[in-house]
């Protein structure tokens, strides 16, 4: 069973290759960046209150993220397997899902780290157009990465649970790598 959790810079390709990943092994693509967009669209309280925290780059508080991955492992489609991308971005995160993880019996995952220059990011995020997708607000992301989200690389890796795929090549290139991954 395929449970696969992408770490790694805004811009590195998490949710391109969760993407395609997860329509190749039929499992759900969790993106809380997604989740909270669509929240936000809808205006539904959540979106309301994270909307402020998205639009600047910052990290929504754990409450509100933490419940909303709990309602979404709470659905029958995640017995077969999940991607997460975009979350854990915080230690106090990641000992949140370990906890969920072990009251649902969901079973240890796999962690990418999926790497890719500050440059190489800049340049592709800028041209995606995301409304968070500003010069300003990116190097504002990247900066929340490096001081709240990376010191889960060496977490995950203490666990031995991390495996680390450059993501600065072709699409095709690190959907090749990560294909093999998942069947090891
Ligand atoms: N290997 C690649 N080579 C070139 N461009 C890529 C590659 N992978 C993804 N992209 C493009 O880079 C942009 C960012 O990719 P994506 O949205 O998958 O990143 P992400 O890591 O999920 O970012 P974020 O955390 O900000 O949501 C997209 O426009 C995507 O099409
Ligand atoms: N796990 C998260 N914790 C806090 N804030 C989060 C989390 N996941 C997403 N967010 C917020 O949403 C935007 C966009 O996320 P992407 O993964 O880049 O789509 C992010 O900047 C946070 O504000």
Sequence with gaps: MTRLIFLGPPGSGKGTQA???????????????????????EQTPLGIKAQGYVNRGDLVPDQLVQELVEERFSQ??????????????????AVFLEQLLAQTHG???RVVNLDAPDDVVVSRLVAR??????????????????????????YYRDR?????????QSQEA???????????
Excluded at 133 to 154: M, S
Excluded at 174 to 184: A, C, F, G, N, W
């Design 107 to 109: 079973g240890e995952a």
């Design 19 to 41: 993407q395609i990943l997860a329509a190749d092994l039929n499992i759900p693509h969790i993106s809380t960046g997604d989740i909270l967009r669509h929240a936000m669209q």
């Design 129 to 154: 157009g995301r409304k968070d997708d500003t010069e300003e607000v990116i190097r504002h992301r990247l900066d929340v990465y490096r001081t709240q989200t990376a010191p889960l690389i060496d």
């Design 76 to 93: 029958p489609d995640v017995k077969s397997g999940w991607i997460l991308d975009g979350f854990p971005r915080k230690v106090t995160q």
């Design 160 to 168: 031995q649970q991390l495996v680390t795929v450059n993501g600065h």
């Design 174 to 184: 690190v959907t090749e790598q990560l294909r093999h991954i998942v069947t090891l």
